[in-house]
């Protein structure tokens, strides 16, 4: 009943805060069958990985239905996970290739903008400073007028704690490019809210 290797694993996670090696364990668990890691694994990432494809998607049912599937993909495929990535960043980009999958031939929707307005920003910038300035109101409204490749971009810069390395990997496109994206992103966004604040 009393496994010693459980014991010593919760007491790493708990002690060791290195959450890349955690997450790294917990996947090594994983691929050995150990359905506690899982749930784990999921209390860790399963919030960011549904607020990113809701993100996407804009329909609470097909979010929770795909992270799901990337959750059992994760339950499936954890001893295939080699480290070159971290494993947020693993199974965000695994719900993201099912998001697509999923959405291939319809057009994507406007989504759940309350979400990047709830997001915590790693550091000042001008979109923190326009969030800051800005109502809660009027931030959805601007993020609802936001393109879906914004929107993605910056709830993965913004609300996954991911890299830009990492999210040029999700994306699969070169950093300069998610750089280009935030960019533009940003701008547009600001251009929202002082348009919106002159017309007030």
Known sequence: MNDPHRDVGAATFIAGHDPE???????????????????????????VVFAQVLLVTGKRALAEEIVQDAMLAVWRGASSFRGESSARSWVIAIARRQTRDRLRGQRLRVVDEAFLAGQPVPGPGPEAMALDRAELVEVRN?????????????????????????????LEIPVGTVKSRLTSARAALNRILERNGENR
Do not use: C, K, N, W
Not at 22 to 40: C, N, P, S, Y
Not at 161 to 167: I, K
């Open 21 to 47: 090696r955690d997450d790294a364990e917990l996947l090594r668990r994983i691929g050995q069958g150990d359905e506690d890691a899982m749930a784990a694994f999921y209390r860790e990432h399963g919030r």
């Open 142 to 170: 601007a993020i609802r007028e936001l393109s879906p490749a914004h929107r993605e971009v910056l709830g993965l810069a913004f609300g996954t704690g991911l890299s830009l390395p990492e999210v040029a990997s999700v």
